[in-house]
Every structure is written in C-alpha cells, then in structure tokens.
C-alpha cells in the first residue's frame, strides 16, 4: 500500500493542463473543447490520467515522458458573458487501483459566450440600412469599378482583358473589378421585437450570422453608439462579443 500510495503521488507530480476553447461558443449549445495534458517529467511517463472539467472528463491512458497528448469533450456553458475556468482536476488509479489520487492544476483559460442565436423573421425590426444604392467592396468579382490591373493568368475570363494596356507591355493584362455588395446593414439592438433584453440580444446574434452568411457587411447600433458594418469574420465575432458583454460590469 505505501509503494502503491508512492507511486500513484508520483504519477500526478508534474503534470500540467491547457483547455483550448473555440472562437465560437454558445448559450446552452454543446461545444466541443480540447484539453491538452503535458507531463513535465523527464524520466517517467504518466499512466491512466483522468482530466475533469465543468464535469466532463478525458482520458489519457499513457503521456510519455515530456511528452503531451490532447483530447475533446463537449461542454455545455450556461449565461453569456466574459468567462474564465481558473482550475482542473486530474486523478488516477494508478497503479493497481488501490487509490484514487487527485490533485487541483491552475488552468487560466478566459472564453466568451455568446447569446444563444433565435430566429427573427424578416422585417422583424432587423435595424437600418446606414447607406443606400450600390456599395463597392474590396472582393473581387466582375462588375463594379477596376480596382487593379494584374497578369493574365489563362482562367480568366477575356472580357476582363486590358487590350490597350497588353499591348503597350507585349503581354497579356487583365483587369480586376470590385464586387458590388448589399447595402451594409445597422441592427438597432435596443429595437428588436424580443420582450427582453436576452431575447433581443439572441435576435441580434442570430441577424450578424445571417448577414454575414448572405455576403452582406452588418453593424450594431445600442443607443447612440454604433459598430459600423463589415464582413469579415474577425468583425463578425466582434460583434458577437459586444453582444455578449453588453450591461456587464
């Protein structure tokens, strides 16, 4: 019992835990998050290493010696809002199941989640258009104006030809056009038809992933503060994190 106490204390010594969370995470919707487990020993691997979590455990059956090795687990977090998961406990009945050790490992891991997206059904207070008429964007495409004269490369289509410009350079150049887009859409958060602030911000996320699926550049308006429109996806979880923040301390 004391060689296997010994042993079991031993085999939980050094061990180490990163939770890496996705960039998108949900109000009551599972997420699938990995949890990488590094044994810092240099002579000895870690055997039969359970790694909980917000309840949900991964298994590492063997991490060689400084070594690591990762797993997933669904989680599921509840409330919106800046989060942080401060700690995780590992344990294992190494070696002859006699005990179960268990031990505490700080785990810094701050996360967002964001309002549970609900339908809102077109023409539902979706917000204001910030501009009307066409708007260019920086895409490529086949109408709107020339925004760059480059090579020809053989797919492109001839009617993108430059043939006063090929001929002044012997070569073949075409030119690139900018991709007309929708007019850029403002959702007026404060003005969704939800019966709460939750319901309003769930309509909102669910508008900024609809918008941004559909091509289309979206903003957030909360009183007189505004988000103006974009469309990449760096802006689009911006706006999700605004509405998963907003009225928190």
Known sequence: MAVSGFLGWLNLRNVGVTVIFPDEIYDGKE????????????????????????????????VERAGADSDCVMLTFHGRGAKLLEK????????INFFVRRRSVAVVAPFTVFPAPRECLPGGGAGKKEARGEDFSRRK??????????????????????????????????????????????????????????????L???????????????????????VRPDLTRTHRLRLLTELAVYGAR
């Open 31 to 62: 997420t699938l998050v990995t949890i990488r487990l590094v044994n810092r020993k240099p002579l000895l691997p870690a055997f039969l290493l359970r790694v909980e979590v917000s309840g949900r455990e991964a298994l590492f059956p063997l």
């Open 88 to 95: 995780a406990t590992v344990f294992s009945p190494f070696p």
């Open 141 to 202: 495409g086949f109408g709107g104006e020339v925004t760059a004269i480059r090579d020809y490369t053989g797919s492109d289509p001839l009617k993108l030809i430059h043939w006063r410009l090929s001929a002044r350079h012997g070569e073949l150049k075409v030119k690139e056009m900018a991709a007309p887009s929708e007019d850029p859409l403002v959702i007026d958060v404060l003005s969704l038809p939800g019966g709460a602030l939750e319901e309003n911000l769930s």
């Open 204 to 226: 909102a996320a669910y508008l900024v992933n609809r918008a941004v699926r559909a091509n289309r550049p979206v903003g957030l308006k909360f009183g007189a503060r505004i």
